[in-house]
């Protein structure tokens, strides 16, 4: 078993080095281009989000790290998590001039490549980190995707990224072992229902109790070959960063030493936040800043590297920030 996380939030501290491998940053401009506006007038998952992200970005020069273009993801790809049938049914949606998959999520003619180049991302990172280009990536990308299931979207994603990413780790780069955090404020029951009768993914979650999707409850941690390999961890509305701190240090860390992960992939939604307009947490940008730095030493600590892959939040001042805190931590900046 790998030991403890070293150093409390952020590793064992050390001095920056210029040797250090770069952080990588993906996203592509077709993420823009989806807008379930076009459909659904006031939709919260705007462009807007990701132009914020990235305004923010540039004005700190992109805390110093390493700007990749998303590639698509192929349908093969797609096919690591979700059916023939629903891969083809978004595809045809969206060539077909789009509309509505249900009451909250909306596809359109660009929404297609948009999923394609977001899943892309996710897989070209992990294989970014599995070969050792980098110890740390994030991708910014839209649609979010934890909500997909493998034969249905649901709650503004098309296709499952993050678990679509570790479904490649695991049958194509020959990865044992994936952690699968998720802090997004919804539970993401899709990566859920991927993975729950697996013990080759560790997924674990801390989420809001009692809003959307409904599932996620404390009992619920898998079954058959995946009993105990599903851990979920509702909170309170108005719970603050405390809360999510110590669950995270005292339920997934332990929890993740045993499992000793080789990769660990992070479904990062920062409607935590105390401003999101479709939750009720308290979070601030820097209570992202604080988990995702004792996240950057859970991965020192199993030798592992950590990726991130944009979720939810709907606040785009609060949503930039939280991510540009995010990022600093998992790219060692407050080491």
């Not at 939030?9 to 401009?29: D, I, M, V």
């Not at 044992?176 to 859920?192: I, K, M, P, Q, S």
């Not at 990062?268 to 308290?282: E, I, K, S, V, W």
Request: charged share 25%.
């Amino acid at each position: 078993m790998a030991g403890e996380v070293p150093g409390g939030l952020s590793g064992e501290s050390r001095p920056a080095s210029e040797n250090r491998p770069p952080a990588l940053y993906f996203s592509h401009p077709a993420c823009l281009a989806h807008d379930p506006r076009e459909g659904m007038p006031g939709h919260p998952e705007s462009p807007e989000r990701l132009r914020a992200i990235e305004r923010h970005l540039a004005e700190r020069d992109w805390l110093g790290w390493e700007r990749r273009e998303a590639p698509a993801a192929s349908e093969e790809e797609l096919r690591l998590v979700h059916t023939a049938r629903h891969v083809e049914a978004i595809r045809e949606l969206c060539r077909s001039g789009g509309g509505a998959v249900d009451p909250d999520t909306y596809a359109g003619p660009a929404s297609y490549e948009a999923a394609l180049r977001a899943a892309g991302a996710a897989c070209e990172m992990t294989r970014a980190l599995v070969a050792g280009e980098a110890r740390a990536g994030f991708c910014a990308v839209r649609p979010a995707g934890h909500h997909a299931e493998p034969d249905r979207a649901m709650g503004f994603c098309l296709f499952d990224n993050v678990a679509i990413a570790a479904e490649l780790a695991i049958r194509e780069l020959a990865v044992g072992r994936v952690l699968v955090l998720d802090w997004d404020v919804h539970h993401g029951n899709g990566t859920a229902a991927a993975f729950r009768e697996r013990g080759d993914v560790l997924v674990a979650g801390i989420h809001e109790r009692g809003i959307y999707p409904g599932s996620g409850s404390s009992g619920d941690t898998g079954s058959g070959p995946g009993e105990g390999y599903t851990i979920d961890l509702p909170v309170e509305g108005g719970s603050e960063e405390d809360v999510w701190l110590s669950l995270l240090e005292e339920r997934i860390e332990p929890a993740a030493l045993a499992f000793e992960p080789d990769l660990i992939l992070v479904s990062a939604g920062f409607d935590a936040h105390r401003d999101d307009p479709l939750a009720t947490c308290r979070l601030e940008a820097e209570s992202f800043g604080r988990i995702a730095a004792r996240v950057r030493g859970l991965g020192r600590a199993l030798g592992a590297p950590v990726g991130a892959v944009l979720e939810g939040g709907y606040s785009p001042p609060a949503l930039a920030e939280s991510v540009a805190a995010t990022m600093a931590a998992l790219g060692g900046a407050t080491d």
